[in-house]
């Protein structure tokens, strides 16, 4: 037998839903394109006491688990790892065998969901969910349980087309929930968040200046190649490259205002040769500052 179950479910309190898979079938195959991650199910079990669930030989799924709290542990490929309160980990689509369980003295409370589609192999590479990362530490989810309940409510109105694709969209915002926290940039695992998110304020508040790498590292007593190192790592990109796409950004709002010349948007954001802004621009938007603002303002627009 593939998959072994001590105690699936029977908790007080339990919350559990499982999508048809004929249905699943069905939508996928009229609509792929809105089905490339879909949920296949969705529970939430408190204080599950005697959980246990096998995968012999894997499971089609991706495994999102949100420990609440209580324990709880997992095994992929002979590996272990514990799971405490306010600690989620995602168990990706493999041929591994795959063990979880809840601690016998402190039984943990789970919101968890099963998701899979066409896409999820290349879903999971590029957000880098692997088998060995091990549980993440999160501040309560608040926002992410929320979402959850929407999603649950979605489900349980019906397998609608209307429902389903709303339940699935939603878990976009959900996964993102845990590994995009509220700020702009999450603060990684040595501490360094605090540093890069005032960094980027910094530039916000001075967008309209030059600033070196040398000066931003030099706010956080750092050497210029030890914080562009770490702010790569935070961002995927060095500091300036940063702070040019934040130009960019706010060079696309002005000049989708109709009055706003191009001389007068390079100026505001500390270009005094408008050329060269004109060609950093097209470098980074793709297209110049005037093609965009053909594509961006209506001839309605001054009287909106």
Known sequence: MNNVYKRRDGFDGEKIIHVPSKILKNYLKKHPALFNIYIAHIGYFPKAWSHYREWRKGCEDNIFIYCLTGKGYYVI?????????????????????????????????????????SIIDNFNTSLNIDFFKGPVPIPFNSKAIEIWKTIFQCLEMGYSMENLCNANFRLYHFIASFLFPDKNVSADVSGHGDIINSTIQEMKNNIDKKLVVEEMAGLHRLSGSHFSSLFR???????????????????????????????????????????????????????SPE???????SPLASKV
């Open 77 to 117: 490929d002979n590996k272990k790892f514990e799971v405490t309160p306010n600690q989620f980990f995602v168990i990706p689509a493999t041929d591994k065998c795959i063990k979880y369980w809840s601690d016998t003295d402190d039984p943990w409370t789970i919101y968890w969901v099963h998701y899979t589609g």
């Open 233 to 287: 790592k935070a961002t995927g990109m060095p500091p300036i490259d940063y702070f040019i796409h934040l130009k960019m950004q706010k060079a696309c709002q002005l000049l989708s205002m109709n009055k706003a010349k191009i001389k007068e948007v390079a100026m505001d954001l500390g270009y005094e040769d408008p050329y060269y802004f004109s060609r950093l621009f097209k470098k980074y938007m793709g297209l």
């Open 291 to 297: 093609q965009y603002k053909l594509t961006t303002i």
